[in-house]
C-alpha cells in the first residue's frame, strides 16, 4: 500500500497549488481519502476529505470556499486545489485512506485512518 503526496511548493498570498495523492496497493473505489496538515507546533487536522465510492466530501470550515476535493478514480488520485490561499494555510501537508470511515468521520478522526502517505510542504508568503 502506498500513497504518494506532491505538488507543495511556495506560493505568495493569494496564489493557487494543487495537490496530487495517488494511491496504489489497495481497492481505491471503497476509501474515504483525505487531506490532513500539520503546521509547526501544532496538532494535525483535517482540511478536506472525499469518499471516492459516493463522491461525497467534506471541508473544514477554514478553507471552505478556497479548496476543492476531487477524485479521479480511473488513477486512484485525488486531488486538492488550494486557491485564495493565506499564509496561515502553511504547513506539511498529508494524504490518509481509511476504508472504514465516511468522509465527514475520516477528517474527524485522522488518528483512525489506515494508510498514510508522506507529506508534501505547503508554504505561503505574505
Known amino acids: 500500500v502506498q500513497l504518494q503526496a506532491s505538488g507543495g511548493g511556495l506560493v505568495q498570498a493569494g496564489g493557487s497549488l494543487r495537490l496530487s495523492c495517488a494511491a496504489s496497493g489497495f481497492t481505491f473505489d471503497d476509501y474515504a481519502i483525505g487531506w490532513f496538515r500539520q503546521a509547526p507546533g501544532k496538532e494535525r487536522e483535517g482540511v478536506s476529505c472525499i469518499s471516492t465510492s459516493d463522491g461525497s466530501t467534506y471541508y473544514a470550515d477554514s478553507v471552505k470556499g478556497r479548496f476543492t476535493i476531487s477524485s479521479d478514480n480511473a488513477k486512484n488520485t485525488v486531488y486538492l486545489q488550494m486557491n485564495s490561499l493565506k499564509p496561515e494555510d502553511t504547513a506539511v501537508y498529508y494524504c490518509?485512506?481509511?476504508?472504514?470511515?465516511?468522509?465527514?468521520?475520516?477528517?474527524?478522526?485522522?488518528?483512525?485512518?489506515?494508510?498514510w502517505g508522506k507529506g508534501t510542504l505547503v508554504t505561503v508568503s505574505s
Open positions: 490518509a485512506a481509511s476504508s472504514y470511515y465516511s468522509d465527514y468521520e475520516a477528517c474527524a478522526h485522522y488518528y483512525g485512518m489506515d494508510y
